[in-house]
């Protein structure tokens, strides 16, 4: 196994410059780091974001509320630039302390309610709304079971297969290893589950499959970190039927597009404030 020098931890951690794609941003502090008001559009919901992974469930789920008729759901979306340090100004700190897109705002209550972590969120609007959360007991609490399930399951892998394996300034053996060998065993969680299922809480798509989705659909459909060829993910094929399926929503093809600045520019809006955004994107793609 070939790896770099052996390390020994020293008794007391300091920090240091630890490279790669993010080491310009991570900081062993919390708090913000200048001051910077948030912005506040003409909707109740204000969301400021980023279409990373957990970024897109909000807007999936803003663009899937309104595919059903709920005009309350219009939003506003502001884009957060984590590459530049967007989540550590002021007023993004106000909306979520712990410094993560995606954060909301409510001013559609008194005094105007703060929604962090992508899971609370997901779940708030699904209340406010009374849509994919199922009502009935047993249906609700395996909706509830699978999007805890996916909360605690993706930092394997997203920090942990995908930073050692994409971002990590030096690709070592035993990490990249490590946290392959446990997303997989997550997909298989996933196939299994997904054999006798159409989706995650039964027959009702919910939550818990827009916030699973996000992570371990993209993966397998080849999106996440270039590494589908490395998982094989072809070899899960009921996670695979799944996540095609949800790709083929027209409100999660929107909801992807929201706050993104990265990938084909036909598949970026980098900010957006009515549904007509949307439809100005496409004009732009006809006049490419």
């Known amino acids: ?26 900081r062993p502090v919390a708090g913000p780091t200048h ?14 974001s980023l279409a990373t ?60 309610t703060r929604v962090f972590e992508s899971g609370s969120i997901l779940l708030y609007l699904a209340e406010k709304f009374g849509e994919f959360l199922p009502k009935q007991h047993v249906a609700r609490t395996e909706a509830l079971n699978w999007l805890f399930w996916q909360m605690g399951s993706a930092p394997f892998l997203g920090g942990g297969f995908g930073h050692f394996y994409s971002y990590a300034p030096v ?5 990249i290893d490590r946290y392959a060998m446990e997303t997989k065993r997550q997909l298989d969680v996933l196939n299994r589950h997904l054999a006798e299922h159409r989706y995650l809480a039964g027959d009702a798509y919910s939550i818990a499959d827009i916030a699973t989705w996000a992570w371990y659909g ?12 490395f ?17 083929a929503r027209p409100a999660v093809q929107r909801g992807r597009m929201v706050n993104r600045t990265f990938g084909e520019p036909e598949t970026q809006l980098h900010e957006r404030h009515d549904a007509s955004d949307f439809e100005t994107r496409t004009e732009d793609k006809r006049g490419a």
């Open 171 to 175: 690709k070592l053996e035993y990490p």
């Open 53 to 112: 992974p957990n970024g897109v469930k909000a807007g999936i789920m803003f663009e899937e509320l309104l595919a059903l008729g709920h005009q309350g759901a219009e939003y506003d979306a502001w884009l957060i630039d984590i590459g530049e340090g967007d989540q550590f100004g002021s007023g993004f700190v106000e909306a979520n302390p712990n410094s993560k897109i995606p954060a909301l705002m409510d001013h559609s209550s008194d005094t105007p």
């Open 1 to 26: 196994m070939s790896q770099e020098t052996e390390y020994t931890p020293p008794r007391v951690w300091e920090p240091k410059e630890s490279g790669g794609k993010f080491a310009s941003i991570n």
């Open 231 to 247: 998982l094989q993910v072809q070899e899960y094929t009921h996670v695979v039927r799944w996540a095609e399926e949800i790709d």
């Open 218 to 229: 993209q993966l397998v459909l080849g999106r996440l970190y270039d590494a589908a060829e």
């Open 35 to 48: 001051e910077k008001e948030l912005p506040v559009g003409k909707h109740p919901f204000q969301l400021y």
